[in-house]
């Protein structure tokens, strides 16, 4: 069965620090991987997604910045935070079929910038 | 450019009764539906879908209906639980693209 990890589950960063999450997902090959933010009393936004290695996709202009280093990590990183980035951020993964495109979530990671 | 739209933020339903989620989208293209729950500090859990050439799909206490000439689904709980409680995220699909579509979510509330 697959499995999505990440972490840390919680984190607080003082503004200007630079930041480095990771998922990883087992049990599958050439996964599509996903970040998202969930900010408070916001929905989910879509802020990367990767169809394979070293190949990503930004969804909005931000702060932030992603990397595939391996076929089942993605790492969401920045050089120096802003109060603003401040959220619930949950990496997702899919395989691509034709009868649709469940995305399974991992258990995400508050991050808290101060 | 908000195209999947949950327009209730808050929803309390007593249990045993029925619980409805609404959602609302703009484009007319899409091709898949998805409903998903989400705990509080948890990722969200897969729950049920509905292609967009059907109008409506079940799994146990939960169904889906889509009416594609209103562009609206929404989803049935019944009967509400209070394990059923948490935050409901309805999502689209464009086939072909790789990405989800989510609403906003709604907050239910079963009442024991």
């Known amino acids: 069965s697959q499995t999505i990890h990440q972490w840390p589950a919680t984190l607080v960063q003082p503004v200007g620090s630079p930041l480095s999450l990771e998922c990883t997902v087992e049990g599958t090959s050439n996964p599509n991987l996903y970040w998202y933010r969930q900010a408070a009393g916001r929905g989910l936004q879509l802020l990367f997604y990767s169809v394979g290695i070293g190949q990503i996709s930004s969804e909005v202009p931000q702060n932030l910045s992603a990397s595939r280093p391996q076929d089942r990590q993605f790492i969401l990183s920045s050089k120096k935070l802003l109060l603003s980035d401040s959220g619930f951020y949950l990496c997702?993964?899919?395989?691509?079929?034709?009868?649709?495109?469940?995305?399974?979530f991992g258990p995400g990671t508050r991050l808290t910038v101060l | 450019d908000q195209q999947v739209k949950q327009n209730s933020p808050s929803l309390s339903v007593q249990e045993g009764r029925i619980s409805i989620l609404n959602c609302d989208y703009t484009?007319?293209?899409?091709?898949?539906f998805l409903w998903y729950k989400k705990y509080p500090a948890e990722g969200p859990t897969f729950l049920i879908s509905i292609s967009s050439i059907k109008d409506k799909n079940e799994d146990g206490r939960f169904t889906v209906f889509l009416n594609k000439s209103a562009k609206h689904l929404s989803l049935h709980i019944v009967p509400s639980q209070p394990g059923d409680s948490a935050v409901y995220f309805c999502?689209?699909?464009?086939?072909?693209?790789?990405?989800?579509?989510f609403g906003t979510g709604t907050r239910l509330t079963i009442i024991p």
């Open positions: 997702a993964w899919s395989v691509r079929r034709l009868s649709g495109n469940e995305q399974f």
């Open positions: 999502a689209a699909l464009l086939f072909g693209n790789e990405k989800l579509t």
């Open positions: 484009n007319s293209m899409f091709d898949y």
